[in-house]
């Protein structure tokens, strides 16, 4: 993509009205436009770090079984009703809205209900169990405040699955499977694992623990007490005595820690399918309890993560397999030869299936540099006439401070084989 | 895919609250649940079918130069108030909900405010022009009546794209390859070019003419008048003597046909880049106003259309660039034999990347029959006793009643040669 047919533009300062740090970054380097307190829309760039973290998500789902749907947003008051969901003192972040004909009509906030519903069309027998459904989609939710930018939105993207399962056994089996998932995506979208912790939280009504997945990090908002040889955690809100020795921790080697969560399962048992009469009817023919599981992960949340978590005084560090493009190819300078040259490494790269910005605006080189550092991609490219006189393109990767001249062939190489996977 | 994890079941009766027989057909066949009027959910299939259709889109809209963004559902009361389209009296279908804090917020019924407000932040120079930028996004109508499935629900995904030029000859430049890319995407998702007419509808304020693209169909919602030979048509509510004549057309050679509008194209003028505030300044340092155009396909709209308009009396029959897969395999009877070599197909059909549903269910196979004509994918491939005797699997395309069967290295070159493109 050339960045002239790019419409955004790039901001030195960061928008007066914004507080959070995520945000800030992602609205000067263009990825993201504010509509308003915890409700933000997506330029080509953000979008396209959406797409790539909801197709590692998707895959690492599809992976265990999960069965992919598209849920709407209206929400039927009667089924949010029956499970006592519904009223503003049980949930308090709907958003409302009416029919013409002046019904009440939800705006989905979650999808345990409907999900739960739909599936009554479909499962009756032991034959048809267990299902393990999930979306990418639209959730929103009435908070009070929302200063935290993609972290915490009043509109945001989740993707959550939903485990129907016959047996305790077959969904703890599914659970832990999920889990495991979890762990994968978490570091396919770039979080070592070395600092990402399955946590221990408050569980509920249904088990005693429900799972956080918490990543280690300045950004944090959690407090969470680690044990790093045992690869444990446990959240401050279930932090007692009794616990810690419930979970064979011991006080002395858990170390507190700030820690952003990046996903939670819970168990749900058989709440939402009883009141919903979600059953099954077993090999003898009796009518069963079909055992649920919720299992989220916040989409937009963890791109603001991950930018916020990896950003240095210069922009935005993307991971290798979020970034949107994979390279920052900028020409410096209007000499026939340079715009030539970069015109032709433009094509060699994109026929070569590396993605690349092609900044060939007439623009400072400064302006270039900023720009390329503020967007964060892998790796930065320029060609100017005195890169030309050494025999090729300069070559920096984002996080590095030096930079060599390459010849074509072996700059082709190099960005092909460091292919995302 | 196995269709024993495929959680959907297929039905034998239309279910009684549902009018419209797109939504009947796609319901009986496991693409979609009913929330409630007009609103709908996508299983697994029916969601892929949206996939297909988007991405259909989205390459032509990429050819054409289009941005693609995604803007969010929440909507400033502010943006619509500046424009005069918040008020109930101006819009009157909008779904509207309050922040906890009291204040107003739209849910998306379109996007021509939040998008002209966006550019705002990037806009400002004849060199940022022209912008021509998309999304493919829910949108929210809060309709009196939803009585016609898919075809125009209170919640349904769209296409809408916005141009931004610079003089009147660039947007109508722009308009015109859109004009010329919508019916290639018609053509794309199955709607032969000699059944789909660009047709003169009410233009507004800002042209004598708006561009509606409609389809001749059983399905019609809509009366068009056309000229069969000049390949030209007229809206029934824009048909008049002096229109005609305008138009150069003859009213001996304009029949009457019924059709259904699949997408359209507005000039908006700078009613609302004005109204906005979004001007840039030209190449003199003056001023200017923006002239923009809307251009919108309605997905989910045109899935509904393509499931009434090709279905027969056993159920959908899906175009093959649409279909979810392109082959339904059902495996008779239960001997050893036919399971391994219904497995061993199904293996070498997805590893030579033809999609497959495989019927591996202990079904009648009356009931496997029934669900592949239900299904609509392009071709049936059974594997029984028989076909096995006979040398091979037993094939069916879904619009012919002949079979043949073939042995399994002719029958992958035939289902990979007709690849999906």
Redesign the interface.
């Known amino acids: 993509m050339r960045r002239s047919?790019?419409?955004?533009?790039t901001r030195k300062e960061a928008p007066a009205d914004e507080e959070s740090k995520n945000a800030q970054l992602l609205i000067r380097a263009?990825y993201i436009?504010k509509?308003?307190a915890g409700?933000?829309?997506?330029?080509?760039l953000?979008?396209t770090v959406?797409d790539n973290l909801s197709q590692i998500i998707r895959q690492e789902m599809n992976a265990v079984?999960g069965?992919?749907?598209?849920?709407?947003?209206?929400?039927?008051k009667d089924l949010w009703e029956t499970t006592g969901r519904w009223d503003d003192k049980a949930v308090d972040?709907w958003?409302?809205?009416?029919?013409?004909?002046g019904a009440e009509?939800g705006?989905g906030l979650s999808h345990e209900e409907?999900i739960t519903n739909?599936?009554r069309?479909?499962?009756s027998s032991y034959k048809?169990l267990p299902?393990y459904?999930y979306q990418i989609q639209?959730k929103?939710r009435?908070?009070?405040r929302a200063k935290s930018g993609l972290l915490r939105g009043?509109?945001f993207l989740m993707k959550d699955l939903y485990s129907f399962s016959r047996t305790q056994s077959e969904h703890d089996k599914f659970y832990e499977k999920v889990a495991a998932a979890y762990l994968m995506i978490f570091e396919r979208v770039g979080f070592a694992d070395d600092i990402t912790y399955r946590t221990f939280a408050s569980g509920g009504i249904f088990s005693r623990f429900s799972d956080e997945f918490q990543v280690l990090s300045h950004v944090g908002e959690d407090t969470i007490y680690v044990d790093e040889a045992k690869k444990m955690a446990i959240n401050k809100e279930v932090y007692t005595d009794e616990n810690i020795e419930h979970l064979g921790l011991n006080k002395g080697q858990l170390s507190e820690k700030r820690a952003v969560e990046v996903g939670n399962i819970f168990a749900l048992g058989s709440k939402y399918s009883d009141a919903l009469g979600l059953k099954f009817t077993d090999e003898s023919g009796q009518q069963q309890s079909i055992i649920m599981g919720c299992y989220g992960i916040g989409v937009s949340r963890l791109m603001g993560l991950l930018a916020e978590h990896f950003a240095d005084e210069h922009g935005l560090v993307w991971p290798a397999n979020i970034a949107p493009y994979k390279v920052y190819l900028a020409s410096l300078g209007e000499a026939a030869e340079v715009s030539k040259a970069a015109d032709g490494l433009y094509e060699a790269l994109s026929q070569a299936g590396v993605s690349v910005i092609y900044d060939d605006r007439d623009e400072r080189p400064g302006e270039k540099f900023a720009d390329a550092d503020l967007f964060g991609l892998p790796y930065r490219v320029v060609v100017s006439q005195k890169s030309l006189e050494q025999g090729g393109f300069e070559l920096k990767s984002r996080t590095s401070t030096s930079t060599e001249v390459v010849p074509q062939e072996k700059l082709l190489s190099i960005l092909s084989d460091s292919r995302q996977d």
């Open positions: 047919q790019l419409f955004i533009k263009g436009h509509e308003m409700v933000y829309s997506y330029t080509l953000g979008k959406i079984g069965n992919e749907v598209l849920m709407s947003t209206l929400q039927n972040n958003f409302k809205s009416k029919l013409v004909s009509v705006i409907p739909m599936l069309s479909y499962i048809d299902v459904t639209d929103f009435n908070e009070l009043r509109e």
